[in-house]
C-alpha cells in the first residue's frame, strides 16, 4: 500500500519561513508528479505548486516568487519551501502524488494534512 505522509506545518509569523515535507512510502514503482495543495477554512483546495519527474514546475500567482517545490528522487520525497509568509496563506497543506505502485496502475494520493498558520 502507497502513502503519502506530511510534516513540517506549524505556526510562523509574518514574513517567516516554513518547509513542508512529504514522503511517499510503500511499493513505488514509479512517480509521474507530486504537489502541494492548500485549503483555507471555507474555502476550496486550490493547487499550490507542483512537480513533474522531468522536474517541470507550476506555481499559484498567489506564491510565485516566495514558494519553491523541490524533490529528492532517491527518497521519493518532494518538499515545499515557503518563504515571506503572509496571513492569508494559512491553511491546511495537502501533500498530493501521482504514483504507479506497478507497470500497469496509476493512482492519485493525498496526504493527511498539515496545519500552516501564519500570525503575530
Known amino acids: 500500500q502507497v502513502q503519502l505522509v506530511e510534516s513540517g506545518g506549524g505556526l510562523v509569523q509574518p514574513g517567516g519561513s516554513l518547509r513542508l515535507s512529504c514522503a511517499a512510502s510503500?511499493?513505488?514503482?514509479?512517480?509521474?508528479?507530486m504537489g502541494w495543495y492548500r485549503q483555507a477554512p471555507g474555502e476550496q483546495r486550490e493547487l499550490v505548486a507542483a512537480?513533474?519527474?522531468?522536474?517541470?514546475?507550476n506555481y499559484a500567482d498567489s506564491v510565485k516568487g516566495r514558494f519553491a517545490i523541490s524533490r529528492d528522487t532517491a527518497k521519493n520525497t518532494v518538499y515545499l519551501q515557503m518563504n515571506s509568509l503572509k496571513p492569508e496563506d494559512t491553511a491546511v497543506y495537502y501533500c498530493?502524488?501521482?504514483?504507479?505502485?506497478?507497470?500497469?496502475?496509476?493512482?492519485?494520493?493525498w496526504g493527511q494534512g498539515t496545519l500552516v498558520t501564519v500570525s503575530s
Open positions: 510503500g511499493s513505488i514503482f514509479s512517480i509521474r508528479a
Open positions: 512537480i513533474t519527474n522531468g522536474d517541470s514546475t
Open positions: 498530493n502524488g501521482r504514483v504507479r505502485p506497478d507497470p500497469y496502475r496509476y493512482l492519485e494520493l
